[in-house]
């Protein structure tokens, strides 16, 4: 599985920007879908995850209600679109799989076999 995601750049406080990531190689039906940020000096932080399957959907409390993660209907193509950016919001984005991923651990960086190589999201103030 190859993951590639894009979408990063540079924005103000309270701007919107929507992240995608290309999923390609091997497909897969279930397990879970994540983003991932770390900015510098930080751990890598769960944003939010979707069950590539049935798609329900979870968050990171720092993010609910301001970005919301979707894929397309043919599972290759997974979004994050995130509104009312903060600059706290300021790190490198990660999508990532886990195709045997379960429900439980749809947080855990740990849980996901495939990452993409990240796109930098910048927001000033």
């Known amino acids: 599985v190859q993951l590639q995601a894009s979408g990063g750049g540079l924005v103000q406080a309270g701007d919107s920007l929507r992240l995608s990531c290309a999923v390609s190689g091997r497909t897969f039906s279930g397990g879970n879908m994540g983003w991932f940020r770390q900015a510098p000096g930080e751990e890598r932080e769960f944003v939010a995850a979707i069950r590539w399957s049935g798609g329900s959907t979870a968050y990171g409390d720092s993010v609910k209600g301001r970005f919301t993660i979707s894929r397309d209907n043919a599972k290759t193509t997974l979004y994050l679109q995130m509104n009312s950016l903060k600059p706290e919001d300021t790190a490198v984005y990660y999508c990532?799989?886990?195709?045997?991923?379960?429900?439980?651990?749809?947080?855990?960086?740990?849980?996901?076999?495939?990452w993409g190589q990240g796109t930098l999201v910048t927001v000033s103030s």
């Open positions: 990532a799989a886990a195709p045997r991923g379960i429900y439980s651990s749809q947080g855990v960086p740990s849980s996901y076999d495939y």
